[in-house]
């Protein structure tokens, strides 16, 4: 059974900084793309960052480019995003989702999903 377990979410000022993790169990982790989606509400779910099997690919959403950093760990089978100058326009629920193989844009591309935490960033 394949669980996907984001934490680090919360409140934070204008601003600030967080960092999420995602620890995956179940699957071959080296084999999965892995990618950060968020949802605020009202809106559709959206395309963060996401990053290759091996780290090697990294694309990242317009909105975020430059304060945030999408990582891995192979051997600890943990994703992070690393998000700085936080602003208030960033609050939502942050999914992490795995994708067999290649990096997508596209959260209906991706095969598990995790449940969510939420940041809230204040003004």
């Known amino acids: 059974q394949v669980q996907l377990v984001e934490s680090g979410g919360g409140l934070v000022q204008a601003g600030g900084s967080l960092r999420l993790s995602c620890a995956a169990s179940?699957?071959?982790?080296?084999?999965?793309?892995m990618g950060w989606f968020r949802q605020a509400p009202g809106k559709e779910r959206e395309f963060v960052a996401t990053?290759?099997?091996?780290?090697?690919?990294?694309d990242n959403a317009d909105s975020v480019k430059g304060r945030f950093t999408i990582s891995r760990d192979n051997a600890k089978n943990t994703v992070y995003l690393q998000m700085n100058s936080l602003k208030p326009e960033d609050t939502a629920i942050y999914y992490c989702?795995?994708?067999?193989?290649?990096?997508?844009?596209?959260?209906?591309?991706?095969?598990?999903w995790g449940q969510g935490t939420q940041v809230t960033v204040s003004s």
């Open positions: 989702a795995a994708k067999f193989a290649t990096t997508s844009l596209a959260p209906r591309e991706y095969d598990y």
């Open positions: 179940g699957l071959i982790f080296s084999s999965y793309a």
């Open positions: 990053i290759s099997s091996r780290g090697s690919i990294i």
